[in-house]
């Protein structure tokens, strides 16, 4: 059992939410039936510098999830290292991702701006440039972070499927 995580622009299945977008994620189930989720946590990080640049606090952060419509996930924030802020929330299903702010009234020239988005390209290329440095800067994460937070997510969900496999088999 295993899923897949990839950095994506917007599905055109997708309407674009309104709201000012850090990253569209799509979450995949590969060798198992995503309906067998009873509860996915989602666990993310948020350059803080993003958050200042577009004038965001650090709680006004959220995850939307698209199913049909977009959909507001509980979210809230775990932790920080450096530059990165970590926050957890919880799906009862997988599918395309929204990592997203809110909580400020857009200046009019905001308003015109599309939202940033992180595509896979752009994920990638900064996934391979932290791997070619051999010398970790001060204040940064290591991508040790990254694989643990992906390992964490893979774990919750295998554990979540296999108590729900356990109680089908106890009824």
């Known amino acids: 059992m295993a899923i897949l995580v990839r950095g994506e622009s917007l599905s055109l299945q997708a309407a674009e939410p309104r709201k000012a977008v850090f990253a569209y994620l799509n979450i995949e189930t590969i060798n198992f039936k995503s309906e067998s989720l ?95 440095k051999k010398e970790e800067v001060k204040g940064k994460i290591p991508i040790a972070v990254y694989l643990i937070s992906i390992l964490l997510i893979a774990v919750t969900v295998v554990i979540l499927i296999a108590q729900k496999m356990k109680k089908e088999k106890a009824s």
């Open 38 to 132: 009873e509860r996915a946590e989602i666990q993310f990080l948020v350059n803080k510098s993003w958050l200042t640049k577009n004038g965001f606090a650090e709680n006004d952060v959220s995850l939307l999830r698209y199913s049909k419509n977009w959909q507001k996930l509980k979210t809230e924030r775990v932790g920080s290292v450096g530059d990165k802020l970590t926050y957890k929330a919880v799906s009862s299903g997988l599918s395309t991702f929204a990592i997203y702010a809110e909580g400020k009234v857009l200046a009019a020239e905001e308003v015109e701006k599309a939202p940033e988005v992180v595509t896979e390209e752009e994920a990638q290329s900064t996934i391979t440039k932290e791997v070619e």
